[in-house]
C-alpha cells in the first residue's frame, strides 16, 4: 500500500513545477495599514485633461508562485497623454520602490502634481510618502479602493502593454537582470511606446437600454497628446520634437530584441537548472 502524504507536503514538492507550468499573472498586493487611514481615497475625478496626473501600479514576475525573491515590474501612466514609464525593481522594497520612483519624476517632460496607486506596501510606506509630500509643491497624493481594479483603470490597461508583452509571464528570479531590463524599459522600450505607438481614449461612455455605448478618439501616440495639451514651455516642446526626430523605430526595435535576448536566455537558463535540480 503506497504511503499517504499530505495536502501541505504535495504542496511544498510541487511549487516549483507550479512555479514554471503556470503562466498566469498573480495578485501580490499586500494591503498596508500604517497609512491606509491617512491617504485618501480617489473620490473625485482626477483632472484628465492636465498632464502631471499618474496612476502607479506593479506586476509580479513570479510565475505562477509568489513564494521566494523575484523581480517586479512598476508601471506609470499619465492620466492626460496616456505617457507611460515603466521600471523593475528586486522585491518591490520601499528603498528600491522610491528610487526608480524618483528616476520616473526626473524624466517626466511634465510635473508631477498627482499620484494614485492601490494598497499595497510597496506604494504605502513613509519613504515613498515623504518624498512625495514633503517638498514645496506637495504631490496629491491617493489610493484606490480595495478589491477594486477598475479604480486604475488607466494603469491596469498598460501592464499589458508594458511588462507582459516584453517580459511575458515567466519567473525572473535573478537580481542580475534588474539593470538591464531598466535600460530597455528606460533607452527602448518607453521612447517606443511613447513617441510611436498610437492608442485610443474612452471620451463618452453611455447607457442605451442594457447595452452600454462607448466612444472614443482618433488615435494618437502619447507625444502626440502632450504636443496639444500646451502644457510644455517652448523649450520643452523643442526637445520633445528634436528628440521625436533623432528617434527610428525600426532602429528601437532592431535594439529591443538586442538587448532583449540574453535577458530572456538567461531566464531561461535559470529554469532549466531548476529542471534538472
Request: charged letters at 25%; a positive charge; one cysteine or more.
Given at each position: 500500500m503506497?504511503?499517504?502524504?499530505?495536502?501541505?507536503?504535495?504542496?511544498?514538492?510541487?511549487?516549483?513545477?507550479?512555479a514554471q507550468t503556470s503562466l498566469r499573472g498573480l495578485c501580490g498586493t499586500k494591503p498596508g495599514t500604517l497609512l491606509r487611514q491617512q491617504i485618501p481615497i480617489q473620490g473625485e475625478v482626477w483632472n484628465e485633461k492636465r498632464a502631471g496626473f499618474l496612476e502607479a501600479d506593479r506586476v509580479a514576475h513570479c510565475g505562477g508562485s509568489l513564494?521566494?525573491?523575484?523581480?517586479?515590474?512598476?508601471?506609470?501612466?499619465?492620466?492626460?497623454?496616456?505617457w507611460t514609464s515603466g521600471r523593475v525593481v528586486w522585491n518591490k522594497g520601499a528603498t528600491g520602490v522610491l528610487e526608480q520612483t524618483r528616476q520616473v519624476e526626473e524624466q517626466l517632460p511634465f510635473a508631477l502634481l498627482g499620484l494614485d496607486f492601490d494598497n499595497g506596501t510597496e506604494w504605502l510606506n513613509w519613504h515613498l510618502i515623504r518624498y512625495l509630500?514633503?517638498?514645496?509643491?506637495?504631490?496629491?497624493?491617493?489610493?484606490?479602493?480595495?478589491?477594486?481594479?477598475?479604480?486604475?483603470?488607466?494603469?491596469?490597461?498598460?501592464?499589458?502593454?508594458?511588462?507582459?508583452?516584453?517580459?511575458?509571464?515567466?519567473?525572473?528570479?535573478?537580481?542580475?537582470?534588474?539593470?538591464?531590463?531598466?535600460?530597455?524599459?528606460?533607452?527602448?522600450?518607453?521612447p517606443l511606446q511613447n513617441f510611436f505607438l498610437p492608442s485610443m481614449k474612452l471620451v463618452e461612455k453611455k447607457r442605451i437600454g442594457a447595452r452600454w455605448q462607448r466612444k472614443h478618439d482618433a488615435p494618437q501616440t502619447a507625444y502626440q497628446r502632450l504636443l496639444k495639451l500646451n502644457v510644455l514651455t517652448g523649450k520643452k516642446k523643442r526637445q520633445m520634437r528634436d528628440r521625436h526626430e533623432s528617434l527610428d523605430p525600426f532602429v528601437l526595435h532592431e535594439q529591443l530584441e538586442k538587448a532583449l535576448r540574453p535577458v530572456l536566455a538567461r531566464a531561461g537558463s535559470q529554469i532549466k537548472l531548476e529542471n534538472s535540480a
Amino acid at each position: 500500500m503506497a504511503d499517504e502524504v499530505s495536502a501541505a507536503t504535495l504542496d511544498r514538492l510541487l511549487q516549483r513545477v507550479r512555479a514554471q507550468t503556470s503562466l498566469r499573472g498573480l495578485c501580490g498586493t499586500k494591503p498596508g495599514t500604517l497609512l491606509r487611514q491617512q491617504i485618501p481615497i480617489q473620490g473625485e475625478v482626477w483632472n484628465e485633461k492636465r498632464a502631471g496626473f499618474l496612476e502607479a501600479d506593479r506586476v509580479a514576475h513570479c510565475g505562477g508562485s509568489l513564494a521566494g525573491n523575484f523581480i517586479w515590474s512598476l508601471t506609470f501612466t499619465d492620466l492626460a497623454s496616456a505617457w507611460t514609464s515603466g521600471r523593475v525593481v528586486w522585491n518591490k522594497g520601499a528603498t528600491g520602490v522610491l528610487e526608480q520612483t524618483r528616476q520616473v519624476e526626473e524624466q517626466l517632460p511634465f510635473a508631477l502634481l498627482g499620484l494614485d496607486f492601490d494598497n499595497g506596501t510597496e506604494w504605502l510606506n513613509w519613504h515613498l510618502i515623504r518624498y512625495l509630500q514633503e517638498r514645496i509643491r506637495p504631490v496629491k497624493v491617493t489610493r484606490s479602493r480595495p478589491y477594486h481594479k477598475d479604480d486604475n483603470a488607466h494603469v491596469e490597461q498598460k501592464n499589458w502593454m508594458w511588462p507582459r508583452q516584453l517580459l511575458g509571464y515567466g519567473r525572473l528570479e535573478e537580481p542580475a537582470l534588474v539593470d538591464p531590463i531598466n535600460r530597455i524599459y528606460r533607452e527602448i522600450w518607453e521612447p517606443l511606446q511613447n513617441f510611436f505607438l498610437p492608442s485610443m481614449k474612452l471620451v463618452e461612455k453611455k447607457r442605451i437600454g442594457a447595452r452600454w455605448q462607448r466612444k472614443h478618439d482618433a488615435p494618437q501616440t502619447a507625444y502626440q497628446r502632450l504636443l496639444k495639451l500646451n502644457v510644455l514651455t517652448g523649450k520643452k516642446k523643442r526637445q520633445m520634437r528634436d528628440r521625436h526626430e533623432s528617434l527610428d523605430p525600426f532602429v528601437l526595435h532592431e535594439q529591443l530584441e538586442k538587448a532583449l535576448r540574453p535577458v530572456l536566455a538567461r531566464a531561461g537558463s535559470q529554469i532549466k537548472l531548476e529542471n534538472s535540480a
